[in-house]
């Protein structure tokens, strides 16, 4: 566990992709430097706010009809609350639970492909956060999606 | 007495457990402990473990039996895991008021300075706030203890826990003094900032047994007391009872403010790096094997502070708990001349230490490493017999392991033989849970 303690960062990495207003030919000369108008940030886009957002996974097919696949990552940010029609994350039967989001004649529920519908009333305990977006690498789709799954209900 | 200002303690509550049951929802309302490193005691408990009556720091071996029949869940501690939260919980207060005025006092306790947020606020509301943000942000609940300096904040927040009527905000600036009077009368003198388990010896039987008596005692008083001591040879002395904490902590306790936020990161002025082996141990080798990986811990430590250090000592001991084994323990202090950092230094010397208290054929329980006499590198005066380019040369090594450190792991690069898969003197965890927050592979799975 040492070599995690390490990798723990102060500051999020912020990795950029360089934007070039020209487009690259092939056989041209690369843009100068003055052509770079600025840089992307992957990270921002991504994770808004650091202090409130959380990285999960999804392993399930439930809610590929929202475009979310098995094996994607999910950015979960705990200090949005949802509108109608969000993604989120919820507490159900002591899991955790991707959802959409819906309000309709003051009741709120909560639905999947997969499973019925659930009313809940209060959104508080039972909205773990609100999926603010997905992310997959396409390079490794063909390797096994669902990871290991670490259980503690189990002890 | 002044009465300008106001301190707030913030502290998480059952902050490990909370933190655990954040990520694994399945363990919410059922009785959680968290086990120290060797999963040896209890360091943390859930609402409903303190229910069971679960002390802290209780062998977790004692508590199987009421485990079973209470479905208590077990888990290794997780620091990688707490102190990733510990840092967003900080940066949540710096981002409800400014920086300069956050102190984070331990892993799940922060000190804020609210004195110049009086005229502007109301310091119950700002601590419902601030409470507010937190659990919106992070998903942990806390509790807000507000007074005029941090011992009352403490004694305010250790109310705020209690008492469920408070809300989870107590604020010693809205209570009058016969609330407060009252409140004190009731709360038992342990419960003060600052006061060990040994001086409530000492003050109780001087009479003081509540905070309103301590708070309402004589410190020139108490600073001249002396209490009789045994000492090791079983010789009887006087000693002075109390030091001038004590009286500070009088001072404070009535409303007067002795301590200020202590911002700047005080060096350490001691490192111990040890371990209880997971099994027992009776060569050498293994020995000579924790002890390089103690010393490399701790010199982490000590460059994080850049500091150095003056005197190396290495102790090990058997287990005293084990009746059917002959006991021994020793320790050898060497002196370092001139005081240094140095990994490939330091490690010599322990095991150097090590060959002149170590005999074979006992049952090793524990060995650690004190580094002490620290100071500051930078006031370091090098003699003029001292070898300065062996010196730099060693600082050049250092600075190039933690650099292949930061960029491949922090167990890259090792002195001599330090095995590399966790070898089982290092940990014994049996439940850690996943690390959600550092490893990819580990984050938390939603269906």
């Known amino acids: ?155 | 007495m002044r009465t300008d200002r106001a301190f707030a303690l913030c502290d998480i509550n059952n902050a490990y457990a909370s933190m655990e049951t954040l990520f694994n929802p399945s363990l919410r309302d059922r009785p959680l402990v968290v086990l120290s490193n060797n999963d040896g005691c209890v360091v943390a408990r859930s609402a409903s473990a303190k229910k069971l009556g679960i002390k802290m720091g209780a062998p977790w071996f004692e508590l199987k039996e009421l485990a079973k029949a209470h479905d208590i869940v077990a888990l290794s501690s997780n620091y990688v895991l707490y102190g990733e939260m510990s840092r967003r919980f900080v940066a949540v207060l710096e981002s409800c008021v400014c920086p300069d005025d956050v102190e984070q006092y331990s892993i799940d306790e922060v000190f804020i300075d609210l004195s110049s947020y009086q005229a502007l606020h109301d310091l119950t509301e700002l601590g419902k706030t601030l409470r507010d943000r937190v659990a919106g942000h992070i998903g942990l609940q806390i509790c807000v203890g507000i007074g005029q300096s941090k011992t009352r904040a403490k004694l305010a927040n250790h109310w705020a826990k209690k008492h469920a009527q408070f809300g989870g905000v107590c604020n010693f600036l809205e209570m009058d003094q016969a609330t407060v009077d009252r409140r004190m009368a009731r709360t038992e003198v342990g419960e003060v900032w600052n006061v060990g388990r040994k001086q409530v010896k000492k003050l109780n039987s001087l009479g003081i047994a509540s905070v309103l008596d301590l708070a309402q005692a004589d410190p020139d008083e108490l600073l001249h007391r002396s209490s009789e001591m045994t000492d090791r040879n079983g010789r009887v002395r006087n000693q002075k009872a109390f030091s001038v904490v004590m009286a500070r902590t009088i001072r404070e306790l009535r409303g007067e403010t002795c301590y200020e936020l202590e911002k700047d990161k005080k060096p350490r002025k001691q490192i111990i790096s040890s371990r209880s082996f997971g099994e027992l141990v009776t060569q050498r080798e293994p020995i000579e094997q924790a002890l390089r990986y103690y010393v490399a811990n701790a010199v982490r430590k000590l460059m994080d502070d850049r500091s150095v250090a003056g005197t190396i000592t290495v102790f090990i001991h058997t287990n005293r708990f084990r009746t059917q084994d002959q006991q021994y323990s020793n320790h050898c202090t060497i002196d370092i001349d001139p005081p240094t950092n140095d990994l490939i230094e330091l490690t010599k010397m322990a095991i150097f230490g090590l060959s002149r208290i170590f005999y074979p054929n006992f049952n090793y329980k524990k060995a650690g490493i004190i580094l002490s006499d620290i100071q500051p590198q930078s006031g370091l005066n090098l003699d003029l017999f001292s070898d300065q380019v062996w010196d730099e040369k060693a600082e050049r090594l250092m600075t190039a392991m933690a650099a292949v450190a930061a960029k491949f792991g922090r167990d890259t690069v090792k002195i001599g033989n330090v095995d590399h898969k966790l070898p089982d003197w290092e940990r014994k965890s049996e439940n850690q849970s996943p690390l959600y927050l550092a490893d990819i592979d580990q984050v938390p799975i939603v269906y």
């Open chain 1, 1 to 155: 566990m040492g070599k995690y303690e390490q990798n723990l960062p102060e500051q999020p990495s912020k990795r950029t992709v360089k934007l070039y207003n020209e487009g690259v030919m092939c056989g041209f000369p690369l843009p100068s430097a003055d052509y770079v108008q600025e840089n992307i940030n992957v990270h921002e886009l991504l994770v808004p706010n650091d202090v409130s957002c959380f990285i999960m996974r999804a392993v399930s097919i439930s809610m590929i009809y929202a475009g979310i696949l098995p094996g994607d990552y999910l950015i979960v940010d705990m200090s949005k609350k949802p509108c109608n029609h969000s993604i989120v994350v919820a507490v159900v039967d002591g899991g955790l639970c991707c959802k959409v989001y819906r309000s309709e004649k003051g009741r709120v529920w909560l639905e999947s492909a997969e499973a019925k519908p659930i009313c809940v009333t209060g959104w508080e305990g039972q909205i773990w956060g609100t999926v603010i977006s997905s992310f997959r690498r396409v390079d490794r789709y063909l390797e096994p999606c669902v990871p290991i799954v670490h259980s503690h209900s189990a002890i």
